[in-house]
């Protein structure tokens, strides 16, 4: 079993997520498989590739992750110590270009239903 589909197993018998959670979580994971991992790694200690590796990146202080050497825009937000939300992940991952201009990130996805399911599949790696 691999381990999104068994944190989604786990927190269906604590109670904590629905099944409709836990298809995000496995669907979000092929849409990382897809769109992302060509760029990004999502495992704890992944080295960062053409993108900064996103394990923990919800909560996550934006502009942090080691190995990565970011944009301005985000260097700014590290500076000020925000941190990436459900929320602003999924406002980024919409259209990166118009939520930090000059930012190197260029594919967007623009599908909601996938976005959402990729934002619960970021947010299950803890």
């Known amino acids: 079993m691999s381990r999104t589909r068994y944190l989604a197993v786990a927190a269906l018998a604590l109670g ?10 496995a ?10 991992s060509a760029c990004h790694t999502a495992t704890a200690g992944g080295k960062a590739g053409v993108g900064p590796n996103l394990h923990g990146v919800v909560g996550r202080k934006i502009g942090s992750a080691p190995g ?5 825009p985000l260097t700014a937000d590290a500076a000020a110590g925000t941190k ?10 919409a259209a990166p270009q118009k939520a ?5 990130m260029m594919i ?3 599908d909601e239903a ?12 803890k």
């Open 16 to 25: 904590v997520a629905s099944p409709a959670m836990a298809n995000d979580v």
């Open 27 to 36: 669907d979000g994971q092929v849409v990382f498989k897809q769109m992302c």
């Open 68 to 72: 990565f050497k970011y944009s301005k």
């Open 84 to 93: 990436w939300t459900r929320e602003s992940v999924s406002t980024y991952l």
């Open 100 to 104: 930090k201009p000059g930012t190197s």
């Open 108 to 110: 967007a996805v623009k």
């Open 114 to 125: 996938k976005r959402a399911k990729l934002v619960a599949y970021l947010n299950s790696l």
